[in-house]
């Protein structure tokens, strides 16, 4: 018996039925959430707006994209980005939708296109307002290129995904929590050892979320 096989056998011996822990929620409280959010993300060196629907936050991203004279753009393709029909409602950008290939929206490779973009776009699965963090879910139609290679990175977030904190989003989501997710608290930072903080060398050098109401019904 070979020396794995032995420690694997004592293992198996030693193997007994638990009963994992329950979801813990925190006992964090805040009076106003979205005030908390906002405020953290932005001494965060983020940026952070309101919006009272999802048509508005599409609106103040487009005075974003504009702002910046963005040629391209590359957007994951999340249900609310490809219900928004991107490449209509912004003609004079070149986009790149992930999940879509070969098309004229989506010519050639996604990392090629995202190095070279101006800004990427994508809609946040949570927004916890502890830390003034966004989760971004990376899968089919989605990818973290567009969050990690453009300078600007773009994100729009339910208020109604908003959390206290990641304990508490965790624990509401047993069942359904995303296999591969990216949190983010603000744009790419680093500092040498004399501390000198550096922002957007190892990535996006603006971090934008625009929180927005959900009109009644939508998803």
């Avoid at 007994?16 to 925190?26: I, K, T, Y």
């Avoid at 879910?137 to 208020?159: E, K, Q, Y």
Wanted: zero cysteines; charged letters at 20%; glycine letters at 10%.
């Amino acid at each position: 018996m070979s020396s794995r096989d032995e420690i694997l056998n004592r293992l198996r011996k030693q193997a007994r039925d638990v009963e994992p822990p329950g979801a813990w929620f925190s006992r964090r409280h805040f009076d106003d959430p979205v005030e908390r959010f906002v405020t953290t993300l932005n001494a965060n060196k983020g940026e952070a707006s309101r919006a009272g629907s999802l048509e508005e936050a599409l609106s103040l991203a487009g005075d974003l994209l504009h702002e910046i004279s963005a040629r391209k753009v590359v957007a994951d393709g999340h249900p609310l980005l490809e219900s928004a029909n991107l490449p209509g409602r912004w003609p004079n950008i070149a986009w790149f939708i992930v999940g879509r290939s070969g098309g004229e929206e989506s010519p050639g490779s996604l990392r090629e296109f995202a190095a070279m973009a101006d800004a990427g776009l994508s809609v946040a699965t949570a927004a916890l307002a502890e830390t003034g963090t966004v989760v971004v879910a990376s899968g089919p139609g989605l990818s973290r290129l567009t969050g990690l290679l453009p300078p600007i990175h773009i994100v729009l977030a339910p208020a109604t995904h908003l959390s206290t904190d990641i304990f508490t989003w965790t624990a509401l989501r047993p069942d359904a929590l995303p296999s591969s997710v990216t949190l983010i608290s603000g744009p790419s930072k680093t500092a040498d050892i004399e501390q000198t903080m550096a922002v957007g060398v190892h990535g996006p050098g603006r971090f934008i979320v625009i929180l927005y109401d959900e009109e009644q019904g939508s998803g």
